[in-house]
């Protein structure tokens, strides 16, 4: 089946600095999603990205589909100690396995104050 | 308030014990499913319902069977659960297709296969 890398696995960054992490595919995916998990919780949907190309922002993340359609990066900018948990980017590719989500390996955020 | 709610939220269990955990939506969703988070692995997909009676492998399902006899409620079922099924479940459902701004997802059961 279709794979995501994501990297990196981890980041451990000071209070204040800004966050990148990315995903790639073997193949194509027509929606693009990044979630957050926090410890003893199931993942919450940051962000929703529809179309190649696409730029969105949702307070201080940004997230964009690549033109491909096998890459998406997932920023935070000025990072705060509530950004701490599992970020995964997810993809979702219509007229297969209705509603299925194929995720990457996540990456673990440490924000340190 | 809508929710997915899973039960138990922390399961240990024996070798060849069968076990259900439970799901269930109160927001009338036609698409469920149930996936299995595993460290440096992400989330996998195990099986999918896409309606009452209508359900389908995702990309890990041996050892899990499911059943969708209601539109609410989604249980998975280990019939012999072995030592690698130890995982963190989640449930997830969802109205239009799976569209991603409505997927919600459960808060977890963790189990542990001894």
């Known amino acids: 089946g279709q794979q995501l890398n994501q990297s990196p696995q981890s980041m451990f960054i000071q209070e204040g600095e800004d966050v990148s992490m990315n995903c790639t595919s073997s193949s194509i995916f027509n929606t693009w999603l990044w979630y957050k998990q926090e410890p003893g919780e199931g993942p919450v949907l940051l962000i929703a990205?529809?179309?190649?190309?696409e730029l969105t922002s949702n307070g201080r993340l940004t997230a964009q589909f690549g033109i491909t359609r096998k890459d998406s990066f997932l920023n935070i900018s000025a990072s705060i100690p509530s950004d701490v948990g599992i970020y995964f980017c997810?993809?979702?590719?219509?007229?297969?396995?209705?509603?299925?989500?194929?995720f990457g390996q996540g990456t673990i955020l440490t924000v340190h104050p | 308030e809508a929710q997915v709610t899973q039960n138990p939220r922390y399961l240990i269990t024996v070798t060849g014990k069968k076990l259900t955990v439970t799901c269930s939506q109160n927001m009338n969703h036609e698409y469920m499913s149930w996936y299995r988070q595993d460290p440096g692995l992400g989330l996998r997909q195990i099986y999918y319902?896409?309606?009452?009676?209508?359900?389908d492998k995702g990309d890990v399902p041996e050892g899990y069977k499911v059943s969708r006899k209601e539109k609410r409620n989604f249980p998975l079922i280990l019939e012999s659960p072995s030592p690698n099924q130890t995982s963190l479940y989640f449930c997830?459902?969802?109205?239009?297709?799976?569209?991603?701004?409505?997927?919600?997802f459960g808060e977890g059961s963790w189990l542990t296969v001894v």
């Open positions: 997810a993809g979702q590719l219509w007229g297969t396995s209705y509603g299925k989500l194929t």
């Open positions: 997830a459902s969802s109205q239009d297709r799976g569209v991603g701004n409505t997927i919600y």
């Open positions: 319902s896409m309606n009452v009676e209508v359900t």
């Open positions: 990205l529809y179309k190649a190309g």
